[in-house]
């Protein structure tokens, strides 16, 4: 089992920056991957950035150069800057490794208006 405790989320302004935490803890060893991912309303969830033990970074088309995933051990940060309306959604965190699995965070608010 793998606990995910979420942070940071809020209301933000266009143009503004907030910086998403994510804490696991539980059973984990060895080589994962940890990320957030994002459901805005009335669409699919999809990826944002995710990073391995490794410090291996992937990103989505549309938030590069804008958010920076980083992580210290089992914990992974997602700092946002340059906000747009258009990233308004339920960020999620996300926990894989082949042992114990898939575990998803309960998600935090991110709503980015004026």
């Known amino acids: 089992q793998v606990r995910l405790v979420e942070s940071g989320g809020g209301l933000v302004q266009p143009g503004g920056s907030l910086r998403l935490s994510c804490a696991a803890s539980g059973s984990i060893f060895g080589f994962n991957t940890m990320g957030w991912y994002r459901q805005a309303p009335g669409k699919e969830r999809e990826l944002v950035a995710r990073?391995?033990?490794?410090?291996t970074g992937t990103y989505a088309d549309s938030v590069k150069g804008r958010f920076t995933i980083s992580r210290d051990k089992n914990t992974v940060y997602l700092q946002m800057n340059s906000l747009k309306p258009e990233d308004t959604a339920v960020y999620y965190c996300?926990?894989?490794?082949?042992?114990?699995?898939?575990?998803w965070g309960q998600g935090t608010q991110v709503t980015v208006s004026s």
């Open positions: 996300r926990f894989e490794a082949i042992v114990p699995g898939l575990y």
């Open positions: 990073i391995t033990t490794a410090n």
